[in-house]
């Protein structure tokens, strides 16, 4: 079982990402997926967090209004939609995954961690 993050890159400031967190080897149900990053020289926060089983949503203040979490059982996947970043978005983002959980709002522990995906906002 694991996560692994995909979508980073290289964006100009004002410009947007997706970011995808795939899960494998469990099915997306109950769960909770908190996205993290980490800039250089820093270290890592918290970035927004979802529930599986109620949907509900938070966001770390520096990224409220311009981030978006959503999630498709489906396809077992989780997005990060980035939008209006800025280049103190620039850092590794990691995705990690508590499984299962039941609770309707974000777990403060996970068991999963992604590898994680390089963002940099730079003209």
């Known amino acids: 079982a694991q996560v692994q993050e995909s979508g980073g890159g290289l964006v100009q400031p004002g410009g947007s990402l997706r970011l995808s967190c795939a899960a494998s080897g469990f099915t997306l149900d109950y769960y909770a997926i908190g996205w993290f990053r980490q800039a250089p020289g820093k270290l890592r926060e918290g970035v927004g967090c979802?529930?599986?089983?109620?949907?509900?949503?938070h966001y770390a203040d520096s990224v409220k209004g311009r981030f978006t979490i959503s999630g498709d059982n489906a396809e077992n996947t989780v997005w990060l939609q980035m939008n209006s970043l800025k280049p103190e978005d620039t850092a590794v983002y990691y995705c990690a995954m508590k499984y299962p959980w039941y609770g309707n709002d974000c777990s403060d522990e996970y068991d999963y961690w992604g590898q994680g995906t390089s963002v940099t906002v730079s003209s």
């Open positions: 979802i529930s599986g089983r109620s949907g509900f949503t």
